[in-house]
């Protein structure tokens, strides 16, 4: 008898690096929706250059609009400062306070399990759907 | 946000701080889920005007609309301060209704308390930028205070030019450090306190009149 074999979903993570230079051009909402879109489709999103803190503060706010009980659940979010030579202490560079832009990594709440950040290193340990 | 705007904002902002005379501030209390920060409301509240705000509780997302007590007249060295408390949910960048069930809720609560739970983080975080004079913003000095949410919302309040004091709550358990949370945010006032046991309150009245009258 032949085997029926299904066709297999395909697994795997998107990771969507978005240039500092293509954030530029947009508003604020136009960042915070690609942002968002990304997540919901269950990508990794790195911003090179992060958001501003009012921008942030929005993240926070639609975020919490669009969760819902049986499909999204919140994003996970880490910083890291851009690092230019000799500016800021550790723990300055660690809470995200020198530069310009901080190197910001995004993704939805159910799919990473950890967010890990230290010194040099931001680890994401991402789930299969 | 354009520049002018920015800046049109800024002015007003100026200029209603400058104009508001006696106007009671309006003090907003915020930091993550199970700080303390209700049990911090209901006790100036319970000092100051002899009722509480809202109830406390160990369940995360007890609190989930903003509340408010006006006109605390808050005392000090002859002089009173007048404010608006505002408690606001604790804040936070996900939700998952199924962590309520673990607290022997029914599934439809979950869902309904998690839904309040979104809804008042939004509030909260618009309010943040729009309707607050002054943050508290509550730590568990018992748990790291080096989490992307603390870091995020000082640096909101702080490019807002709001002006805030750190409180390192729980200092009754045995794992609490202020010194980690003075460390983390050297360039804010932290006070020590417990407003469970009710310990450090003179110092933290006198603070609150100091940067808030
Ligand atoms: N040990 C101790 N527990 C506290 C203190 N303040 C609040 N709690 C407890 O922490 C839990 C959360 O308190 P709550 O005020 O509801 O936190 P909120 O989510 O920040 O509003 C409750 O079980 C409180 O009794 C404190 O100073 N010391
Ligand atoms: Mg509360």
Redesign the interface.
């Known amino acids: 008898m032949a085997e029926v074999t299904e066709q297999p979903e395909p697994q795997g993570v998107q990771i969507d690096l978005i240039s500092g230079d293509r954030m530029e051009g947009l508003t ?1 909402m136009e960042k915070i929706r690609l942002i968002l879109d990304g997540v919901h489709e269950g990508n990794i999103v790195i911003l090179e250059r992060g958001l ?3 921008e ?3 993240l ?6 669009e ?1 819902n ?1 049986d499909g999204f ?7 890291y400062p851009q690092i230019e030579a000799g500016s800021g202490s550790f ?1 300055e560079r ?4 020198t530069g310009e832009g901080k190197l910001t990594v995004i993704g939805p ?2 799919r990473i399990q950890t967010l890990h ?1 230290d010194e040099e290193l931001i680890s994401a340990f991402v789930t299969h759907r | ?1 354009g520049l002018l705007t920015g800046l049109r904002d800024s002015i007003s902002r100026a200029a209603d701080r400058l104009f508001a005379g006696n106007e009671p501030k309006r003090i907003g209390i915020y930091g993550p889920p199970n700080a303390g920060k209700t049990t911090l409301a209901n006790r100036i509240a319970r000092d100051w005007t002899g009722d509480a705000i809202g109830p406390e509780s160990h369940i995360p997302h007890e609190t989930r609309r903003a509340r408010r007590k006006e006109d605390v007249e808050i005392k000090r060295n002859g002089k009173s301060v007048t404010i608006d408390i505002v408690d606001t949910p604790g ?7 199924e962590e309520f069930l673990e607290f022997d809720m029914e599934k439809d609560d979950a ?1 309904r308390r ?2 309040e739970a ?2 008042g ?2 509030e909260a ?2 309010w ?2 729009e309707d607050v004079d002054g943050v508290i913003y509550v730590l568990d000095s018992a748990k790291d205070p ?1 989490t ?1 949410v603390n ?2 919302l000082i ?2 309040i ?3 030019d709001l002006p805030v004091l750190i409180f390192a709550n729980k200092i009754d358990l045995e794992d609490s450090s202020v010194q980690r949370i003075k ?2 945010f050297p360039q804010h006032e932290t006070v020590p306190l417990s407003a469970l046991e009710g310990d450090n309150m003179d110092e933290v009245y006198d603070k609150i009149a100091e940067y808030f009258g």
Do not use: F, W
């Open positions: 604020s501003s803190p009012d942030e503060s929005k926070i706010e639609v975020t919490m609009s969760i009980p659940n919140g994003i996970e979010i880490e910083t723990l660690l809470m995200g306070r709440a159910n950040k | 946000m804040v936070t960048t996900k939700v998952d209704y869902i998690s839904r979104t809804e983080v939004a975080m618009h943040l930028r080096i992307q870091t995020m640096g909101i702080e490019s807002r460390s983390t």
